[in-house]
Each structure stands twice: as C-alpha cells, then as structure tokens.
C-alpha cells in the first residue's frame, strides 16, 4: 500500500513539474508573450498588470528588441496612476541602461513632467517646483526646436507663475498687516524674478499703495507711472485701479492735513495758556 502511494506521489509530482515548465518561457522568443500580454494590459489601463509583465519581459529577454518599450511602458505606468516618484525611477532607468534608444528623449522629458506633476499649490513649499524648472530647462538645452520642447517652455511658464504669485501673495499678506516696508520688500523680489508673469502688473499696483501709506509720494508717482505703463492687463481694470490709487492717495493727504491742521491749534492753545 504504502508503495500504491508513493507512486502516486511521483506521478503528481512530475505532472504539476511539467505543467509549470511549460509555462515559463524557454527561449527569448517566447518572451515575447509576456510583452504581448502586457501591452493588452497598458491599453485597457491595468498598469499593475502591465508593469509585471513588461517586468517580466525585460527579466526573460534584458537585450530584446523590446527591452527599452517595456521599460519606458513600466514609468508611463506609475505616471499614469500619478506615482511619480515611482515613474521617476524608471524613467531614470531608461535613459542610464538604453541611453542610445530613440525612447531615451521622451524618457528625459517625461522626468521633467514628472516633477512638473509634483509642483505643489503656491501656499505650500516649492522644493519640487525647483526641480522640475531645471529639469524642464535642461531638456530645452538639450533637445531645442521639438515639440516637448515647445511643451516644456509652456510649463516653465506655468511654474514660474506659480512662484510669482507665492511671492505675491505673501507682500498683499504684509500689506493687510500694514508692515509696508516688509510687503514692498516682496513686491520687489517678486518683480525682480517674475516680471514676465501675470501677477507682476498688480505687484506694481500693491507697491504704489503702500508707498502711498507710507507717505512717500515721491516713491509713489514713479511705482504708479510703472504700473500705468504696464499694459499686460485690460484699460478697463487698469483704470479701476488707478482710480483706486488716486482715491487713496487724496485720502492720505486730507489725513496730513487734517493732522497739520490739529497741530496748529494745540499750539496756538498752548501760547493762549502762557
């Protein structure tokens, strides 16, 4: 009996051996099949699916034909469930081990646009911000006139616009404050670096304001001549605003001269004591 099942054992045993060989590729060829199912698996949007079997492709067949599709497949993967961390690192891996593939360009730029996902709102830190203005630069330098390219020139655009108004804002925060000379400080450095963005023009609006109340009217006329020159916004609004400025503006001066007037009567109060 004991014989009966020991055979049985080795009969089991080997069918369950062959069943799995013959699902384990045998040669580079039939790789393949692993790339074709993955390929079925990135179009219907299965990207954990996919990525194992482009995984398992480039492990079965690392110098296929294929090998660098299936890697630059696996970071469009992750892009495309918005891990870009994850999709960074694969990306990387294209451009280092298939540096000569023609996907090494769109793996550059898909680095760039990686980062460019990973730029946080304008309240929060800008670290990844930075990154991907460099990294979209970069490909710019390296790989001109393509039509990444041109897309990448759109996004730094965008990015740089993002940091303009984080600058913005935090002077129209001192401004609420009534700390003048600190907004002004933001306008500034806001102007210094995003002068081509959205949010400059009303940065030159802000500074006239708080030189108006601060007093310093000469300083004043040169930041409203600037802003009335500027004419990236709508005449309609920009005469909203400079009605806004001259409104403020008179309103200071009737403060001073209420303020003279008073003085003048403590003192002449003061000679009728004596």
């Known amino acids: 009996m004991k014989k009966i099942v ?24 039939d790789a393949n099949i692993y790339f074709v199912k993955a390929e079925k698996d990135f179009e219907k949007g299965k ?11 480039i492990l079965n067949n690392p110098g296929g034909e294929m090998a660098d599709d299936s890697q630059f497949k696996i970071g469009e993967c992750y892009y495309n469930r918005e891990e870009y961390l994850l999709a960074i690192a694969e990306y990387n891996q294209l451009v280092e081990r298939y540096k000569y593939s023609d996907l090494a360009v769109d793996g550059y ?22 990154k991907a203005l460099r990294q979209l630069q970069e490909f710019i330098d390296a790989f001109p006139g393509t039509n990444n390219a041109k897309i990448a020139q759109e996004k730094i655009g965008e990015l740089r616009t993002k940091l303009g108004r984080k600058l913005y804002e935090s002077g129209v925060i001192y401004r609420k404050l009534s700390q003048w000379d600190s907004a002004i400080l933001y306008f ?5 670096q995003y002068y081509d963005t959205k949010y400059a023009v ?3 609006y802000e500074k006239a304001y708080c030189f108006i109340k601060k007093h310093d009217f000469a300083a004043y006329e040169k930041a409203k001549s ?3 020159s500027d004419n990236t916004i709508a005449i309609e609004e920009k005469t909203e605003l400079l009605q806004k400025l001259e409104l403020a503006h008179n309103k200071e001066l009737r403060k001073i001269e209420r303020a003279k ?13 004596f």
Not at 188 to 192: C, E, G, Q, V
Not at 261 to 273: I, M, S, T
């Open 202 to 204: 009303y940065a030159k």
């Open 47 to 57: 990207w954990l699916k996919a990525i194992d079997n482009y995984r398992l492709y």
């Open 6 to 29: 020991y055979s049985v054992l080795i009969v089991v045993s080997l069918v369950f051996f062959l069943d799995c060989a013959s699902k384990k590729p045998q040669t580079f060829s």
């Open 261 to 273: 007037r008073k003085e003048k009567e403590q003192e002449r109060r003061k000679r009728l004591w």
């Open 188 to 192: 500034d450095d806001m102007l210094n």
């Open 109 to 130: 730029f898909k680095i760039a646009m990686s980062y460019y996902e990973l730029s946080p709102k304008y309240q929060r830190e800008q670290t990844n911000t930075d």
């Open 226 to 228: 600037e802003f009335e």
